[in-house]
């Protein structure tokens, strides 16, 4: 087995890292910590994708080939609606704080004097 599909949700996860670290701007940091979640994504249909494995949908008959988990792909849906989630809350705390402070960027945001 390959260990490809594995390191490119890695290389997802360290774009994003690093483009939050580096970030001097609210909003792109807010996109970097949405590019690394979309690395767990990319992680979880790689760990539940099996070749030539069809739909968990069954009626009477029993199946013939291969399935793919339902489990991985309700992980996954999961996942993308908590990101969407954080994501939204996170641009709406960043609107909230250009409005109160007149800046998005994180190092003029340090005192906490109004």
Same mark, same amino acid.
């Given at each position: 087995?390959?260990?490809?599909?594995?390191?490119?949700?890695?290389w $997802? %996860? %360290?774009?994003?890292?690093?483009? $939050?670290?580096?970030?001097?701007?609210?909003?792109? #940091?807010?996109?970097? *910590?949405? &590019? #690394?979640?979309s #690395?767990?994504?990319? *992680?979880?249909?790689? &760990?539940?994708?099996?070749?030539? !494995?069809?739909?968990?949908?069954?009626? +009477? $008959?029993?199946?013939?080939?291969?399935?793919? +988990?339902? @489990?991985?792909?309700?992980?996954? %849906?999961?996942? $993308?609606?908590?990101? !969407?989630?954080?994501?939204?809350? @996170? @641009? !709406?705390?960043?609107?909230?704080? !250009?409005?109160?402070?007149?800046?998005?960027?994180? +190092?003029? %945001?340090?005192? @906490?004097?109004?």
């Amino acid at each position: 087995m390959s260990h490809l599909p594995y390191l490119i949700p890695g290389w $997802i %996860l %360290l774009v994003g890292v690093y483009g $939050i670290v580096t970030s001097r701007n609210l909003v792109h #940091a807010v996109v970097c *910590l949405s &590019v #690394a979640q979309s #690395a767990t994504y990319v *992680l979880l249909l790689t &760990v539940g994708y099996q070749r030539k !494995a069809t739909a968990p949908v069954f009626s +009477d $008959i029993r199946p013939t080939r291969n399935v793919v +988990d339902p @489990l991985v792909q309700a992980m996954t %849906l999961t996942d $993308i609606v908590v990101g !969407a989630t954080v994501t939204a809350l @996170l @641009l !709406a705390l960043t609107v909230q704080v !250009a409005k109160r402070r007149g800046t998005v960027d994180p +190092d003029e %945001l340090r005192s @906490l004097e109004p």
